[in-house]
């Protein structure tokens, strides 16, 4: 009875504990795993190391219900996850004063956090012991086969990279390799760029234009041509868009690269002709040089990109990050950035270059669109012909769930275009994407 009731307390507190579904999903087979793998090697060991067993069970469930407790501060306190970059950040930049000064003015709420820490481990505590007792009969041959395939279902569960890394021990060491990797970047990051700024007066760039005029870039996030009507799509996935009747469409257009950081390296950075690729790191970038041409630069975004924000969204002349999350179950939507566009549109500068970076269609699909935007399902001529090749269930929802983000993204481009065109001067809009997603096109995937 114990057992039972410590043990709902403790799902329950995995699913109230400010994640979203799937995290918490991913805590409850970790938790279930450790434990039964724990358990399974009291069953299989002689009886002189069940203690030490029982004290690495221990140190374990400490740092659980530390990790549990932290995330649930985190996401309560600044919606955001122990390795994401505001943390990071904040980690790298605080002195021990800052610190202390930070414990003084939430003392109430870093104290709840230490109770509610205190309780989470007493709970795993209770279960624990409570069923090494219910298993503390005679290691039957039967016993030993169950347990033996229960520490392997655990250790094998563990390759898979999404359940590992939300393992404490894993966690931990990939964020303090999270934060050795941002220190050791930022260095290099300032020097390169210090360079580069160093070389923008050979480079020379002069505007030659309008007086007045305003650059609107809306770089997109996983958009494929091939989910688009404006390109011949079979589902109404741009009515927005399609309202604007003088888009130029480009249709040889393709990405260089298939991930986030090359892509924007490649629109975004120069390479002295016939040198490595690698030599854009010391050249001016194109935020670089349209702020030396003149420009008033205005970099909004939606995705929390470490690299991308640091390397060119800091070198704006205002920069707005409203995603603070990090990581792919971030449900900060991408209509937020439209009252910052109105805003970077408003301001007086008579040149304007403003680059939109959306969270777009990045995966989970099914998190990059409101409810009223639940349009496409299994029961149209998409889902038909899908099914004719033999495409599996899980990618026929990927690609529901995809288009449904598509026609999101639809409205919030189009109602960025229609503040563009509400404005006076010379005005250009682009809206191109870092690569695109497969999502059952020419494979079960």
Request: hydrophobic share 45%; with cysteine; aromatic share 12%.
């Amino acid at each position: 009875m114990v057992a039972a009731v410590s043990l709902s307390a403790i799902v329950a507190g995995i699913f109230l504990h400010g994640g979203t579904t799937r995290q918490a999903l991913h805590q409850l087979i970790v938790f279930t795993l450790s434990t039964g793998f724990f358990l399974a090697l009291r069953v299989l060991a002689p009886p002189r190391w069940r203690r030490p067993i029982d004290i690495a069970y221990a140190a374990w469930a400490v740092l659980w219900a530390f990790t549990l407790s932290l995330r649930a501060y985190l996401i309560y306190a600044f919606k955001a996850e122990p390795r994401s970059l505001l943390i990071v950040q904040a980690i790298a930049n605080t002195t021990p004063e800052e610190a202390w000064s930070y414990i003084q003015q939430y003392k109430f709420e870093l104290l709840f956090f230490i109770a509610l820490m205190a309780l989470v481990a007493k709970l795993l505590g209770v279960t624990f012991r409570s069923l090494t007792t219910l298993v503390a009969q005679p290691a039957t041959r039967g016993w030993k086969a169950a347990a033996l395939t229960l520490a392997a279902l655990a250790l094998m569960a563990h390759s898979n990279r999404a359940i590992r890394r939300d393992n404490p021990p894993f966690y931990w060491a990939r964020a303090h390799q999270d934060l050795r990797v941002w220190l050791n970047t930022q260095a290099d990051i300032q020097k390169n760029k210090s360079v580069a700024r160093a070389k923008i007066g050979d480079w020379a760039p002069v505007y030659h234009g309008p007086d007045v005029k305003t650059v609107l870039a809306v770089f997109g996030e996983s958009h494929t041509r091939s989910n688009f009507s404006l390109y011949g799509y079979a589902r109404q996935t741009n009515p927005q868009l399609a309202r604007h009747t003088d888009l130029c469409i480009f249709d040889k257009v393709y990405s260089a690269s298939a991930a986030t950081v090359p892509a924007f390296i490649d629109m975004l950075g120069f390479s002295v002709a016939g040198s490595a690729r690698l030599n854009w790191q010391v050249e001016p970038n194109l935020v670089m040089l349209a702020k030396a041409a003149g420009y008033e630069v205005t970099w909004l975004s939606n995705q929390n990109d470490r690299f991308v924000n640091s390397v060119f969204g800091s070198e704006a002349s205002n920069f707005t990050l409203l995603n603070i999350g990090g990581s792919r179950e971030d449900t900060s939507m991408d209509a937020q950035l439209i009252p910052e566009v109105e805003k970077a549109l408003a301001t007086p500068a008579p040149r304007k270059l403003i680059i939109v970076h959306l969270i777009g269609a990045h995966p989970h699909y099914d998190l990059r669109y409101t409810k009223e935007f639940e349009k496409f399902g299994d029961d149209d001529s998409v889902a038909e012909a899908m099914r004719r090749r033999s495409v599996f269930p899980w990618v026929r929802s990927a690609r529901n769930h995809y288009d449904n983000s598509i026609l999101y993204t639809d409205m919030l481009v189009a109602k960025m275009l229609d503040r563009l065109k509400a404005t006076s001067g010379a005005k250009e809009f682009l809206f191109l994407s870092d690569h695109g997603q497969e999502v059952g096109h020419s494979s079960n995937h």
